[in-house]
C-alpha cells in the first residue's frame, strides 16, 4: 500500500492530468455530438463551438488540479490564461484542420477523425502545459 501511495505522489501530475484530460474530452465530445447531431450545426463549427467549451472546462482544472497554481493576481491569471488559450489555439487549429483535410476532402466519417484528432491534441496539449504553460511554477516546487 505504500508503494501504491509513493507512486500515486510520485506521478500525480500525470495522473490528474490523464483523468482531467479525459474529462475534457468528454466535455468536447459532447458537445461536439450535440451540436452536430442534436442541433444540426455543421461539423467544422460544432467543432469550434466544442473547442472553446472545451478550453475554458480546461484551463480551469488544469490550473487547480493538475499543476496547482493558485495565483490569483490580474497579472498572472493574464499570463497563464493567455499562454494556454495561445497554446490551445495551435492544437484547435491543427484538429480542426485534420477534420477539414479527412472529412471534406478525403471522405472519412467524422466521428473517427474526431477521435483520431483528439488523442494527437492531448499528447500536444500535455507538452505545451507541462514544458510552456506551467513551467515557471513547476521550477518554483523544485
Same mark, same amino acid.
Given at each position: 500500500?505504500?508503494?501504491?501511495?509513493?507512486?500515486?505522489?510520485?506521478?500525480?501530475?500525470?495522473?490528474?492530468?490523464?483523468?482531467?484530460?479525459?474529462?475534457?474530452?468528454?466535455?468536447?465530445?459532447?458537445?461536439?455530438?450535440?451540436?452536430?447531431?442534436?442541433?444540426?450545426?455543421?461539423?467544422?463549427?460544432?467543432?469550434? /463551438? !466544442?473547442? #472553446?467549451?472545451? &478550453? =475554458?472546462?480546461?484551463?480551469?482544472?488544469? %490550473?487547480?488540479?493538475? @499543476?496547482?497554481?493558485?495565483?490569483?493576481?490580474?497579472?498572472?491569471?493574464?499570463?497563464?490564461?493567455?499562454?494556454?488559450?495561445?497554446?490551445?489555439?495551435?492544437?484547435?487549429?491543427?484538429?480542426?484542420?485534420?477534420?477539414?483535410?479527412?472529412?471534406?476532402?478525403?471522405?472519412?466519417?467524422?466521428?473517427?477523425?474526431?477521435? /483520431? !484528432?483528439? #488523442?494527437?491534441? &492531448? =499528447?500536444?496539449?500535455?507538452?505545451?502545459? %507541462?514544458?510552456?504553460? @506551467?513551467?515557471?511554477?513547476?521550477?518554483?516546487?523544485?
Amino acid at each position: 500500500m505504500d508503494r501504491i501511495k509513493e507512486l500515486m505522489k510520485k506521478y500525480r501530475e500525470l495522473i490528474t492530468y490523464v483523468f482531467w484530460g479525459g474529462m475534457t474530452t468528454v466535455v468536447n465530445y459532447i458537445v461536439y455530438f450535440a451540436c452536430t447531431k442534436l442541433l444540426g450545426i455543421e461539423y467544422l463549427i460544432s467543432n469550434v /463551438i !466544442a473547442w #472553446v467549451v472545451a &478550453v =475554458i472546462f480546461a484551463f480551469w482544472v488544469n %490550473k487547480i488540479y493538475v @499543476f496547482q497554481s493558485y495565483g490569483r493576481d490580474k497579472k498572472t491569471m493574464l499570463h497563464e490564461f493567455g499562454t494556454f488559450v495561445s497554446a490551445r489555439v495551435l492544437s484547435g487549429v491543427l484538429e480542426t484542420g485534420m477534420m477539414a483535410l479527412f472529412v471534406s476532402v478525403m471522405h472519412f466519417n467524422d466521428s473517427v477523425i474526431k477521435i /483520431i !484528432a483528439s #488523442v494527437l491534441v &492531448v =499528447i500536444i496539449n500535455y507538452v505545451l502545459s %507541462k514544458l510552456v504553460i @506551467f513551467k515557471k511554477q513547476k521550477e518554483e516546487q523544485k
